[in-house]
C-alpha cells in the first residue's frame, strides 16, 4: 500500500511531539515515554504517581478529536495488517519493551535528545528489528 | 487541579502531533521502514523534529534547579548496555514491524476509537503484564542477576 510522502506535516508533528516532552520535564521533571507511562498507569506506585499519568493519558487520547477540529478530518489510520498479526504485534511489542525499557517515544526522542548512550543503542536495535521484520514479511514471506 | 489540567494539554499537544505526523499510521510506518518497496521517509522527519527540538529543549530545562512541580529531574539511573536492553529493544523492533504501531502511536490513535488500535492497544497491556511477571519470576529464581 503506498502512502503520500508528507515531510512538512511530519516535521511538524514531530515538533509539537519534542515540544510536549520539553514541557513535561520542565514542569514535573519526567522523561515522555509511552511505554513508562502506560506501565505505571496499570500498575501504578501510588495515587499521585497515577494522576499525573491518568491526566496526561487522557490528553493524548484526545489529541486525535482536536486534529478533526482543526481539519475536518479524523487523522488517517491505514491497516495493512490482519487482526491476529496486530494482536500478535501488539503482545511482541509489549513484551519488548519491557524488557528493553523505553519505546520510540523513549529511547528515540527523549533519550536520544538526552545523548543517552543506553537509548541510542535502544533505538539502533529496534529500527534494525523494524526493518528486518518488515523485509521480511514484505520481500520474503509475501514477495 | 490545575496542574492536572496543565498536564492534560502537554498530553494533548503529544497527541496533535502523533496525529499530524504520521505516526499513528501503521501504512506509513511499515513504509518506512520498507526501503527496498514502497518506501515512504516521512518519519524520518518527525524523528528529527522531535528529537532537535527536545535536544534543545531540554539543554534550556536542566539549566534549572529543579522542575516547576518536583524536586528533581526524574532521570534514567541505569547506564548499562547489555543484552536485555538490546534483545529487549529487538524484540519490540519485531513487533512493531508487523503491527505498525508503536505505544507512543497507539495510545493518541485509542481517541478515534478505532477497532484495530483497540486490539492492539489490549494486546499491548497483555505483552506488559506479561513481562512483568516474567521478570519477577526470573528474579526470585537469580537475585544477583536481577541486582545488576
Known amino acids: 500500500m503506498e502512502t503520500e510522502f508528507t515531510p512538512y506535516a511530519s516535521l511538524g508533528g514531530g515538533l509539537l511531539i519534542g515540544l510536549a516532552a520539553v514541557m513535561l520535564m520542565a514542569t514535573l521533571g519526567r522523561i515522555f515515554g509511552a511505554t513508562g507511562l502506560l506501565a505505571g498507569f496499570i500498575q501504578p506506585d501510588s495515587s499521585s504517581e497515577f494522576s499525573w499519568r491518568a491526566a496526561l493519558l487522557a490528553g493524548m487520547v484526545s489529541g486525535p478529536a482536536l486534529y478533526l477540529a482543526f481539519t475536518g478530518n479524523w487523522p488517517d489510520i491505514q491497516v495493512p495488517v490482519s487482526t491476529p498479526m496486530l494482536a500478535l504485534g501488539g503482545l511482541i511489542v509489549g513484551l519488548g519493551v519491557t524488557y528493553g525499557a523505553g519505546c520510540t517515544s523513549g529511547h528515540g526522542v527523549c533519550g536520544m535528545a538526552r545523548l543517552s548512550p543506553r537509548s541510542i543503542v535502544a533505538t539502533l536495535s529496534f529500527m534494525a528489528g523494524t526493518a528486518a521484520t518488515v523485509y521480511v514479511i514484505r520481500h520474503v514471506i509475501g514477495g | ?148
Open chain 2, 1 to 148: 487541579m490545575k496542574k492536572h489540567i496543565a498536564i492534560y494539554l502537554i498530553g494533548l499537544i503529544f497527541g496533535l502531533g502523533i496525529s499530524i505526523s504520521g505516526m499513528a499510521n501503521p501504512a506509513k510506518v511499515i513504509n518506512f521502514f520498507d526501503v527496498a518497496g514502497t518506501w515512504d521517509p516521512s518519519l524520518i522527519f518527525v524523528m528529527g523534529g522531535a528529537v532537535t527540538v527536545a535536544f534543545i529543549g531540554y539543554r534550556i530545562v536542566f539549566r534549572q534547579p529543579s522542575p516547576l512541580w518536583g524536586k528533581g529531574f526524574s532521570l534514567p539511573g541505569t547506564r548499562q548496555i547489555d543484552a536485555r536492553l538490546i534483545g529487549g529493544s529487538l524484540v519490540f523492533g519485531i513487533g512493531w514491524g508487523i503491527a505498525g504501531f508503536c505505544p507512543g502511536g497507539a495510545l493518541p490513535a485509542l481517541g478515534t476509537g478505532r477497532t484495530e488500535v483497540i486490539i492492539f492497544v489490549v494486546a499491548l497491556v497483555a505483552g506488559i503484564l506479561l513481562a512483568k511477571q516474567l521478570q519477577k519470576l526470573t528474579a526470585r529464581k537469580k537475585p544477583e542477576a536481577a541486582r545488576a
